[in-house]
């Protein structure tokens, strides 16, 4: 059998993008370890990948130039107000498109075409192309921007434009999947696609990825560490857990002796979180570090991994880190919205807490931190759904569907 997979970002740090793909290429050799799989990568910047830790039997990759020429910005100023359609988009798809149009797909087996970020590029440069009739698309996340769930962006005309150029590429794609349940039924609704989205959970593998660099990382100074490591943003609250956590460690001496709260944020609220919990000296506050660093951290340091969800109503993405955590059976804590897509993973009720809910979130952080304190043994919270096994069984679903 031969694959074909297309690439936005197969980076090690700086994005779960790159992680989850270069992951979703070692459950791939896995599944069928004795068939070819090539790798077209188009990514836009110049990076260190660490492809020879990929399990392929070859990778292509080209750094492309999406610098907008002036003139077409300047005439883009006009032109999308008349005729509804951003020049400046159209551009980068069709630089995108170049590369896709050369690529000899005829005899593969399996083609998948993979998004990254929020711009989607990679898929919509397929618009009208041969090889998106073979071609199982893949999307990381829900577009256009103003229907990721905890955005702010307000809806535009352009964007009501770029919503009907998706549904044209979902409607010639041969199959279409996404990481999330949810996100799998609200986008087949939102493009109007007649045919069934499905649903291939992130993964996480180890084997893809070369964490032997440790100088930068954390020891843990007490008996049970809480840590957090990610971005704050689409609507997801640190401030109300961190509230949680202050009210434990200053009503209990037990809490202060033995726990600490460490977080490796994302984003440019670090100088206020700290400034705001300056005198709880069991919170500390620090940037990200780089991918290895931080999962050893993570592995070997900390005992309470929190997850936050966006929010705060919906969250219909499955978060990046939960196949992570999943593999090395840490006991989580997701602060989650009423509706959520870890509410219909996580195996019980004791690892999920409501977002808005600061009493609860006091309650089910206590109750973990309790369990670690009279046992170190580790359960996967997660179960069996990020699995080699029900990776397959998703993935066959997908290849073979009618």
Known sequence: MKFLVIEQDLRVAGTSQ?????????????????????????????SEDDLHLLPVDSIQYHVLDL???????WINKIYWRLFHVSLKDEYIYGVYASYIAKIDFKSYDHIFIRSAGLDHEIILATYNLPILKKAIVNFHDPYPLPWYVGTQKIMTNLDLFRLKKMAA??????????????MSHDLQYLYASKKKFYTL?????????????????????????????GAIMFGRNVDILLDAYQELVEN???????????????GHENNRLRNKYASIKNIQIFDTLNFSNSSNEQIYETDIAIILENGPIYCNILVGKAPFLATYNKPVLSVS???????????????????DNKEEIKFKLEQLILDRLESDSLTNPFGEYFSDINFKKSLDEILYAK
Request: charged share 20%; proline share 4%.
């Open 252 to 266: 209990n001496i037990l809490y202060q002796e033995n726990t600490e709260f460490i977080l490796r944020l994302k």
């Open 67 to 73: 610098k907008i020429p002036f003139f077409t910005k």
């Open 337 to 355: 919205p009423p509706k959520s897509e870890l509410r219909n993973i996580l195996l019980e009720q004791k690892y999920i807490a409501a977002m």
């Open 201 to 229: 959970p992130h993964q996480f593998d180890a084997s893809v990825f070369d964490l032997s660099d440790t100088k930068q990382m954390l020891l843990k100074t007490k008996k049970v560490t809480i840590s957090h490591h």
């Open 169 to 182: 590429v979902v409607s010639q794609a041969k199959t279409c999947s996404s990481s999330a349940q949810y």
């Open 18 to 46: 790159g992680i989850i793909s270069r992951s979703f290429l070692a459950k791939l050799r896995k599944s069928y370890p004795q068939s070819v799989i090539d790798v077209v990568y188009l990514k836009s910047t110049i």
